[in-house]
């Protein structure tokens, strides 16, 4: 097998955020997708050994910004370099808002964000896969 044509599957990237007792987290992702339009559904892969999988887990909610080109390397610092566990990522972050879902989403270097509430899982063994009802955008 010639696995080179998986490396031409075109991704996006992604901050996914969460929270759970009042802690605010989020990581990078590469693996958003529209499942179906009616109902209106998505999936996201998550590594399981990210802190944001974990409390997805537990609370079955999640928004997704939809990273722009104007994203700068601080951004994937802040969410993809460090841990959730040992770092708050929103400390001194002033380009967030909160959604309806009482979630944070991104309000610069994104040209959107999604609300999900998790309806499905699929284990992975390294990543988990949901499946969520979009609930605003």
Not at 101 to 109: A, C, I, P, S, V
């Amino acid at each position: 097998m010639n696995s080179n044509a998986m490396f031409n599957i075109s991704y996006g990237l992604y901050v996914l955020t969460a929270n759970e007792d009042g802690k605010e987290n989020g990581c990078i992702v590469n693996t958003l997708s529209q499942v179906t339009s009616t109902p209106n559904t998505v999936s996201i892969a998550v590594n399981k050994q990210n802190y944001t999988h974990d409390m997805i887990m537990r609370t079955g909610k999640f928004n997704v910004s939809m990273l722009s080109t104007s994203a700068d390397f601080e951004l994937f610092k802040r969410f993809g370099f460090q841990s959730g566990r040992d770092a708050d990522k929103f400390a001194d972050f002033d380009h967030s808002q909160r959604a309806a879902n009482g979630l944070l989403f991104l309000d610069k270097y994104a040209n959107g964000y999604i609300s999900c509430k998790v309806i499905n899982q699929l284990d992975l063994q390294t990543h988990m896969m949901y499946i969520c009802d979009v609930t605003q955008c």
